[in-house]
Every structure is written in C-alpha cells, then in structure tokens.
C-alpha cells in the first residue's frame, strides 16, 4: 500500500506565494513520474505541473514562470513552490505519483487527498 500525503495549502492573498508538499510512504520500490494537478469548483481536474525521476520538467501555461515543481527522491517528497498566486489559482490541489511497489517493471498511479489552496484578499 501507497500513501501520498500533501500539505502546505491554506488562504493567500493574491501575489503571495505558497509551498505545497507531497511526502509518498509505504511499499515502494521506485517512483516514476509525479505530479501536481487542481480541481476548481464547477471544473475538470487539470495538470499544473508534472517532473520525472530525471528531473525533467513541464507545466501548464497558466502557471508557467511563477510554479515551481521539485523533488527530494530521498526523502520521497515533491514540492510545489506557487509564487504570484492569482484568485484563478484557488483549487484543490492533488498529488499524483507513478510507482513501481516492487522490482518488477510494473507500476500503479496514486493520488493524495488533496489540499485546498484559495487566493483571496
């Protein structure tokens, strides 16, 4: 079993700047690719923001230039710098990861639970 744990959303003003975090725990072997993804109310879950385990980046063009992704592989953690936020960035944010449980080249997609990032005055 594969846990994805996010953390670090709460309420900003617009042009502040966040941190999101998504700690992975539990059987796993290898990670794949991860991944930030928002659902905004009334709308379709949308990619911010994926890395690969060679560190290779890509990003949504909303949010190109101020969202930065990274990732410890050490410490199974990935993180979403968010800076110049705007109110059209409140969504539930989610946490997605490829992973491979075992040394078997066979992998599952997991998600967290989400957190809730809002951008208000």
């Known amino acids: 079993q594969v846990q994805l744990v996010e953390s670090g959303g709460g309420l900003v003003q617009p042009g502040g700047s966040l941190r999101l975090s998504c700690a992975a725990s539990?059987?796993?072997?290898?990670?794949?690719?991860m991944g930030w993804y928002r659902q905004a109310p009334g709308k379709q879950r949308e990619l911010v923001a994926v890395i690969t385990n060679d560190d290779s980046t890509n990003y949504a063009d909303s949010v190109k230039g101020r969202f930065t992704i990274s990732r410890d592989n050490a410490k199974k953690t990935m993180y979403l710098q968010m800076n110049s936020l705007k109110p059209e960035d409140t969504a539930v944010y989610y946490c997605?990861?490829?992973?491979?449980?075992?040394?078997?080249?066979?992998?599952?997609?997991?998600w967290g639970q989400g957190t809730q990032v809002t951008v208000s005055s």
């Open positions: 539990g059987s796993i072997f290898s990670i794949n690719d």
């Open positions: 997605n990861a490829d992973v491979r449980t075992t040394y078997r080249r066979v992998s599952y997609d997991y």
